[in-house]
């Protein structure tokens, strides 16, 4: 996620190398349908433009969590150690949510800077349709079973970082293309767009953990003391 004490390009390049050697997670029907989706609309290939349909729908698992995660405390307020434990859960949604929103952002910089021609039903109206959908799904998996929707997260997470990382594999100009950005000083500076790409996938592979380590407790607070 967002680290001030940037990882330098060898350590990048090993971090890639890590996740194309992992096996991806099982997809659930959710996921691929979701993903099946995307494929129809936007063709199988990677590409910026796709990626950034993908983080418009990444964030909002989080921000279901949150939601649930207020009402759980509206409800549980009479009990107020077991409140604060799911308020310091609540803390690293957020965390989590603008880590996906500097994503996002990046790469509408990045597009914007090639002029890249970005279609307003498939690439505004669609991808909020996706987000709707996949908010919902969200919000009642994790008020239902938090378990399930740890699950999902994680399978959305490990499909975002394979599909980074074999993006920058594929396309050895990135290396040579610098990175300038109004979100430097938020986000981190990085020699080149690749090196940009891959932080951002180890960004997602730390999601992908983080809901897995949840999935171990599947409860409201889980993970805190």
Sequence with gaps: MIDCDQMPT?????EQEYTLSQPRLPAGPAVKLLFWLMDRVYGPDASLSKFRVLEVVARVPYIAWEQVSYVAITHTHSTPGFARRIHSEIATYRDQQDNELYHLLILEELLQSERVRQGFWRYRVVPQALAWFYYHLSWLLFALRPR????????????????YMAYVASRPELETRRWLSDFGDDYGTFDSVADLLRNIAVDERHHKLESLERVEFARFGA???
């Design 223 to 225: 993970g805190t003391k």
């Design 10 to 14: 060898s350590r990048l390049q090993d």
């Design 148 to 163: 399930l929707s740890y699950e999902l997260n994680a399978q959305f997470e490990d499909h975002a970082e394979h599909e």
